[in-house]
């Protein structure tokens, strides 16, 4: 029989992964169905004791969970199997202001993950607990779900917009649930909001017990400072650490968002090739960087009725599309706030790295914002932190890929803010405006340059910027400008893309005229000049060339010498490229024999004494480069010596070692879930 069939191959899966079960609980619906625990004790002897097997069927299992209101905390799920009206109590219910229908709705797919369960914990043991993280990963949807099994055991649910909404509902002698979700709601988003609940957490508090039980969807950093005040005025004997009471909803094992999916897919009753799209599609959907629960929703909801499955191209660009796209709640959320905290986000758009120091972006925000701050940077990214940025001591990121490429979308859609950015902004934020193949399908191009008069105030940005940039970022700056003329799409965006290049490049050659031509700049500068149809004449370099000629002789223990001869022959590799007539007029190789005599008596004194063997793949670089400029060595007795150095420090492709998988394949374990969508 199928149930049999898969108990035993369960079992045998937990045996192969070196985990055997010490008990064993069977629960099937099939209220016919002849196994008793007689027969599963029989099918697994040797692998579970008989004593410690158990089968429950339709009638035991409802009235169980009739009984225990503990199980169906601990499986919510259950709560989705029929009207849960039925166990809830009227008068519980008219005195509760929670939104049941919402919460029943949800229970339909509820998946109780870590997060839950840990929340549950906490609650257990402080009637207290703080649900953190992003938006769109459950924290609503957990509390809601605690709060729907707290209901069916006779405990009033109240959803509190505000502090004064717990006092108001407060009861001594009835059993409560408080669900406070303290700003970032659907619609709106608030960060005076949470320092509010926070400036009432200690009298709150001190109403919770065990018959009593706050839920708070926050940021960890208002809980921190509620309860130092609580700590400071009342001691430590009664209320949590921080530590203690945060729940962290955003991490998900690859398991449970395979549940996820799974419960919303089976719920949706899809027809039977979208469901074999879904079990097809399940590892990459699971993987996906943008899955949130939310999105998965919407993903079953909204794009799976739609997807021809037949056309698997198509299908999984919509996939992607629907996973990526940001929610209605997000776009919402961005708009509500002020200047100020609008102004940060824009700012992170011209910080460099995905992780930013807040030195920086201090800065930046200071760039891009007009007039005083009306709290300190560090405060301001504090009450943006969880919803729309990750706060640790030094560095700030944004919480999830979709709130930047949402904040551009933002920004890009002003013509005015945009233009303003562009006017301030430094190289990242430049970077940003002028880049190509960007956004959540690749095809964001130029996204702040969509006028003539955006392009204008680009060029004037690049005069300002180009005599002020130290020499990497300058660099940088060359090789993003040719990358964006290289991928420019049309004619106009083309020619403009090539009149920022063209201008950045006549301005470095004259910030550098008469100077020495910082190497790294010099390379890109030749790049970028390589991407345009008509590219500038390479700067003379006859100060450059001079400054970089080693002195003979050469001391053989001197790193620095050693760098030089190295950037002199990286400078002739690059004129015999770029410019060969140019580097012809120096006269090399012949005028330089004794150099490069020089040089070559350095690398044997290198190579017979030990004590320099750390300057040996130095050596061996510049050696190369000789070598690929004059492939035969001539009058000079240079053979044996580039041979043998080349050949021990030259870099070659790095031999990887064998990775054991792991014991349990991730995919294999969403497609193990996925299978049972039928």
Known sequence: ???????????????????????????????????????????????????????ARTD????????????RRSVPAVLGLGPVESLIDEAVRSRSTCDLDMAAELARVFVATAPYMRALDVLERHSFSVLTGPPEMGKTAIARMIGLAQLTAG?????????????????????????????????????????????????????????????????????????????????????????????????????????????????????EPVVGFVKTEGVRVVGHPYFTPERIRRFV?????????????????????????????????????????????????????????????????????????????????????????????????????????LVIDDLASDPDRRRRFVSRCGLDGLALAISTQGGRRGARVFPLLLQDADWDVAADRVWQLVPNLDHPELARLLRVLGSATAWARDAKSKRESENLALAALDLTAQRFEGETFPLEVLDAWVETAGTLEYAPPVPRLARTWADLLPAVPIAAGSPRELERVDDWLRLAQLLERYDPEQLAEFGFP?????????????????????????????????????????????????????????????????????????????????????????
């Open 1 to 55: 029989m199928r149930l049999l069939d898969l108990v035993r191959e369960g079992v045998a899966e937990r045996v192969n992964r070196g985990q055997p079960p010490t008990s064993l609980l069977v629960l099937t619906n099939a209220g016919q169905d002849p196994l008793d625990d007689a027969v599963v004790a029989q099918v697994l002897t040797g692998l579970v004791e008989r004593e410690n097997i158990a089968v």
């Open 590 to 678: 012949d005028r330089y024999s004794e150099t490069i005599d020089a040089m070559l008596s350095a690398a044997r004194e290198v190579r017979a004494d030990p004590q320099h063997a750390d300057l040996e793949p130095l050596l061996a670089r510049a050696l190369e480069r000789l070598r690929q400029l004059i492939p035969e060595p001539r009058s000079w007795d240079a053979e044996t010596v580039l041979v043998e150095l080349c050949a021990r420090h030259v870099e070659t492709e790095p031999e990887f070692s064998q990775v054991t998988a792991p014991l349990l394949d991730p995919d294999l374990s969403v497609a193990r879930i996925l299978s049972d969508l039928g």
């Open 155 to 271: 405990w009033q649910v109240h959803e509190c917009a505000h502090p004064d909404d717990v006092f108001r509902a407060y009861e001594r002698e009835r059993e409560q649930v408080f669900i406070a979700d303290d700003a970032f709601g659907s619609t709106e988003y608030s960060p005076d909001s949470a320092e509010r609940w926070a400036r009432e957490l200690d009298r709150i508090l001190a109403r919770m017990d065990e018959r009593h039980w706050l839920l708070w969807t926050s940021r960890p950093a208002p809980l921190r400072a509620g309860l130092r005040r609580v700590h400071r005025e009342r001691g430590l004997e009664r209320f949590p650490q921080p530590g203690d009471v945060l729940v962290d909803a955003s991490y998900l094992a690859t398991w449970e968002k395979a549940l996820i999916l799974f419960r919303h897919a089976k719920a949706a009753h899809l027809a």
């Open 301 to 405: 909801a909204d794009t799976l009725p739609n997807v021809d499955v037949a056309r698997r191209s198509d299908a999984d660009a919509l996939v992607d599309a629907a996973l990526r796209e940001p929610t209605r709640a997000m776009t919402a959320s961005l708009r509500a706030l002020g200047a100020e905290h609008r102004d940060l986000l824009v700012a992170m758009l011209d910080a460099h790295g995905a992780s930013i120091n807040q030195r920086e972006l201090a800065a930046a925000v200071r760039r891009h914002h007009d007039g005083g701050l009306s709290r300190p940077p560090a405060e301001l990214f504090d009450r943006l932190a969880d919803h729309f940025l990750k706060v640790s001591d030094v560095a700030v990121r944004w919480v999830h890929p979709s709130w930047r490429d």
């Open 60 to 71: 035991e299992i409802s009235t169980e969970l009739e009984a225990r209101p503990s199980l």
